[in-house]
């Protein structure tokens, strides 16, 4: 069985910045593809990040511009973002999403909410002017 928890959200000036964290079991975030999204009220969800398979590929979403950073820690199976330069704008429940496999060439577009089959519970950022 694959769970998914996030943590490391909160309350925060813009600014600022925060780390998030995604402990993951039952399925390896060293050779899987794992990502960020985001969804704040009234909007879709939002790709933030990914990382995936052996080489750990990464992908961003347009916004970020350089302000986050998806890495992960193999050893303890655990996907992070870190985030810089926090707006209001990116006030949002962020959650973590895996999919087996590394996407690869004609596999499943790691940008894609759909591509994913497993979620954490997601974790609230808010971030004050």
């Known amino acids: 069985q694959v769970q998914l928890v996030e943590s490391g959200g909160g309350l925060i000036q813009a600014g600022g910045s925060l780390r998030l964290s995604c402990a993951a079991s039952?399925?390896?975030?060293?050779?899987?593809?794992m990502a960020w999204f985001r969804q704040a009220p009234g909007k879709e969800r939002e790709f933030v990040a990914s990382n995936r398979g052996k080489y750990a590929f990464t992908d961003y979403g347009h916004f970020v511009k350089g302000r986050f950073t998806i890495s992960r820690d193999n050893a303890k199976n655990t996907l992070y973002l870190q985030m810089f330069g926090l707006k209001p704008d990116d006030s949002a429940v962020y959650y973590c999403?895996?999919?087996?496999?590394?996407?690869?060439?004609?596999?499943?577009?790691?940008?894609?909410?759909?591509?994913?089959?497993?979620w954490g519970q997601g974790t609230q950022v808010t971030v004050s002017s």
């Open positions: 039952g399925l390896a975030v060293s050779t899987n593809t």
């Open positions: 999403a895996a999919f087996r496999g590394d996407g690869g060439l004609g596999g499943r577009p790691p940008t894609i909410s759909g591509s994913y089959d497993y």
